[in-house]
């Protein structure tokens, strides 16, 4: 008597603890491999610190995230409860990508899509040493509208900041197209014969470019 449905409902019970705002994508950018605070905000950059930090302590409590103190820094680290909940995150991705229509130009973030395509560099395949890629937007606010990618053969990283190193690539680039040869929707070869992409340097890096990135998680999800 007086037991609340969520008490004997598993889905229920579940929706409690992930229904919360934020709490899906925190989950998706630990998968995706971020870490450390940072840059768990540099993957959810609209939302707040203090929303980010709570929401840790909540998934931490629940048993889905450890925290590795590591002097001053602290990992997060998805538990096995944790990891087992990816082929719901990569369903949801999949319905979204499939149903949801599509981004509108609110929804167009510089930042976002570099910061996703950054950690899909293919590795395996970059130039030996450091090759520097300098993303422009020229239709996008000042604020946002340079970006350089730093890659050699074991890392790849983002900066808003130019980091002094001499530019291999120029990627210049309307923002919508670039998103859409992102997901899936456009080639790269469109995009570069329409003129919505241009690459300036050398000629072997021009046509390299493209195989840097695998795939788009959700890229090949069918559309109606």
């Given amino acids: 008597m007086g037991a609340s449905y969520g008490q004997f409902c598993p889905v229920a019970k579940a929706m409690e603890l992930l229904d919360e705002r934020w709490t899906m994508l925190v989950i998706r950018e630990l998968m995706a491999g971020s870490r450390r605070f940072n840059d768990l905000r540099r993957g959810l950059p609209r ?93 996008a606010p000042r604020p946002v509208r340079d970006w350089w990618l730093v890659i050699t053969p074991d890392e790849a990283d983002l900066c808003d900041i130019d980091p002094g190193h001499e530019v291999d690539v120029l990627v210049t680039a309307e923002l919508r197209c670039l998103t859409d040869v992102w997901r899936g929707e456009r080639s790269w070869s469109s995009a570069l014969r329409s003129g919505e992409i241009a690459f300036q340097g050398p000629e072997d890096l021009r046509r390299a470019v493209p195989g840097w990135f695998k795939p788009f998680a959700f890229a090949a999800v069918p559309r109606p």
């Fill in 47 to 139: 939302m707040s610190p203090s929303l980010l930090s709570r929401r840790l302590q909540q998934l931490t409590a629940a048993g889905l995230v450890e925290r590795h103190p590591f002097g001053v820094e602290v990992e997060y680290e998805l538990t096995p409860a944790g990891k087992e909940l990816q082929p719901i995150v990569m369903a949801l991705g999949a319905w979204g990508a499939r149903w949801v229509p599509e981004l509108g130009d609110r929804d167009l973030d510089p930042k976002l899509l570099l910061w996703d395509m950054h950690r899909t560099v293919d590795h395996g395949v970059v130039p030996r040493g450091r090759t520097v890629l300098r993303f422009s937007f020229p239709a």
